[in-house]
């Protein structure tokens, strides 16, 4: 299922709040729930809200202006690598969300950062 759907079907959700240009502060446990102070990007002010859980999500637009037009990119503008996760630019490697793949997750993250960092050290 294409990602655009699964984003339609959460926010239909009644048990789910997105909250669109907010950046989290705080976080502390109340009984079994979890409280969120988070700003609101609009306005500024301080929010909280009380919930179940929080999943935290940047965006979807890899930020590697950095770069130019230096690197090769799917049609999406994630960074293309290797299996070493090597890119087209000589002595660059990109791991994490940037990168072109299926799942953005963060222990697929931390495993790209680890084939880089073997790839690198030649081990």
């Known amino acids: 299922m294409p990602i655009w759907r699964h984003r339609k079907k959460l926010l239909k959700n009644p048990k789910v709040d997105v909250l669109l240009l907010s950046e989290p502060r705080a ?36 930020n590697i202006d950095l770069f130019g037009n ?13 299996d070493d996760m090597k890119t087209s630019f000589d002595g660059v490697y990109a791991v994490g969300d940037v990168i072109s793949k299926k799942y953005r ?5 931390v495993a790209d950062g680890t084939i880089a960092s073997i790839a690198i050290s030649g081990s």
Do not use: N
């Not at 109340?30 to 609101?40: E, H, I, L, R, S």
């Not at 230096?70 to 290797?82: A, E, F, M, P």
């Not at 997750?105 to 993250?109: C, E, M, P, W």
């Open 70 to 82: 230096q690197l090769q990119l799917d049609s999406w503008g994630y960074i293309q690598t290797d």
């Open 27 to 62: 976080f502390e446990k109340v009984g079994d729930k979890m409280k969120t102070t988070y700003q609101d990007l609009k306005t500024g002010e301080s929010k909280s809200i009380i919930s179940d859980g929080v999943f935290v999500f940047v965006g979807m637009k890899p």
């Open 105 to 109: 997750q963060i222990t697929t993250a």
